[in-house]
């Protein structure tokens, strides 16, 4: 995608063929910088930090960071070791563990000194396939909006919530790329981006990314989706997931629950876009079953920001000594949820609709 007319992708291996680079997502929006992973710790510092984040583009991630592992340790100890410090890092995300076993499951049969070289290989098809997934859900994604904009004849108002765009995964993104897809083609789509507290990525990365293509937008507070569903103003909703199970539930951002069940009382249509890596078919119960990342505290009770003259400050703005609680994601339940915009197409958020895309999966189910 786009950053001041020049197309990026959020990870690319380095021009020395023995590292990736990445783009720092801790500086966005106010910097543009990219940042030189060499090292297994280095990707999953990158990871914990979320200098990377979003499910699609950790497990890239991942896959190159235990490919970087092996340039180090190349035996079957390594390739574990490596696993169990990537796998650590972010107990959310399916695509995570999903990448580092898929690599893993391959190196066993490969000669020691050829693990590192075919590992990074991998990961690049991975990411290669993570770019090809993404592309295809903007074209059924954009189809849905096509067809509410016919019906409507107006602008098309779509809200979203934290960042499920081309930063969350190698490139195009899951909810947003139906939406870069319309707008490609034509389609007058408007976003409201929910700020996405307590790590704003909505204010900080998806308005970044939207302003950077030309897409139009408005950045909203949280809890103001719920005001303009009631009147109006909101048409559909679209959130990605960093795991939805196999009978539909979704788990995202902490905050989509809330906007989902404001959908629901507005008669608002709700999807989840996400590819096949982000399905966990081990799953059945969401709420029940998923494990929730408890992060720092300090990112609900400290911002950071820019000043008036170009500085930069991270303020407290909780009454000192309040306890905090920051649980990062929650699951909206499958009843709430209109249909799931995958690579293959558009499923009905239940078991039968998500093996009708994916029948290979009915052995699992």
């Given amino acids: 995608m786009n950053i001041d007319g020049k197309p990026y992708r959020t990870i690319l291996p380095a021009a020395d063929g ?21 090292t297994l710790d280095e990707a999953a510092v990158a990871i914990r930090t979320m200098i ?20 180090r340790d190349a035996s079957d100890a390594g390739i574990d070791h490596a696993v169990e410090t990537l796998a650590a890092t972010r107990p959310t995300a399916i695509n995570l563990r999903w990448a ?10 490969v000669a020691l000194p050829e693990r590192a ?31 509410l904009h016919k019906a409507k004849g107006r602008r098309l108002n779509v809200l979203t919530h934290c960042n499920a765009g081309w930063l969350a995964t190698v490139d195009w993104g899951t909810a947003l790329a139906p939406i870069y897809v319309a707008h490609e ?47 109006g103003e909101i048409d559909v909703c679209i959130v990605g997931s960093d ?30 876009a996400l590819p096949f890596s982000t399905i966990d078919w081990t799953l059945d119960d969401g709420v029940a079953q998923i494990p929730i990342e408890e992060r720092d505290a300090r990112e609900v009770s400290h911002l950071t920001g820019r000043l008036a003259d170009g500085g930069f400050a991270t303020i407290e703005v909780v009454s000192p000594g309040s306890p905090v609680a920051n649980p990062a994601f929650d699951v909206t339940p499958a009843r709430l949820v209109t249909g799931i915009i995958t690579e293959r197409g558009v499923a009905s958020a239940d078991a039968e609709g998500l093996l009708s895309l994916y029948p290979e999966r009915r052995s699992e189910a």
């Fill in 18 to 38: 023995a590292s990736v680079e990445v783009i720092d997502q801790t500086r966005l929006p106010f910097a543009f910088e990219l940042k030189r992973l060499a």
């Fill in 52 to 71: 990377v984040r979003g499910a699609p583009l950790i497990g890239v991630t991942a896959a190159y960071g235990l490919a970087l592992g092996l340039r």
């Fill in 100 to 109: 580092l076993d898929r690599v893993a499951a391959k190196l066993r049969e």
């Fill in 117 to 147: 070289a075919f590992a990074f290989a991998e990961a690049g098809r991975i990411a290669e396939e993570d770019v090809e997934s993404c592309h295809a859900i903007g074209r059924h994604g954009a189809a849905i909006l096509a067809d």
């Fill in 185 to 231: 083609a034509g389609i007058p789509v408007h976003v409201y981006v929910d700020e996405t507290r307590p790590r704003n990525q909505g204010a900080a990365l998806t308005a970044f990314e939207l302003n950077a293509h030309g897409v139009p937008h408005t950045v909203i507070a949280d809890n103001a989706g719920g005001h303009l569903m009631q009147h």
């Fill in 243 to 272: 795991r939805t199970t196999a009978s539909g539930d979704v788990c995202n951002k902490i905050g989509t629950y809330l906007k989902a069940l404001a959908a629901s009382d507005n008669r608002v249509p709700f999807y989840a």
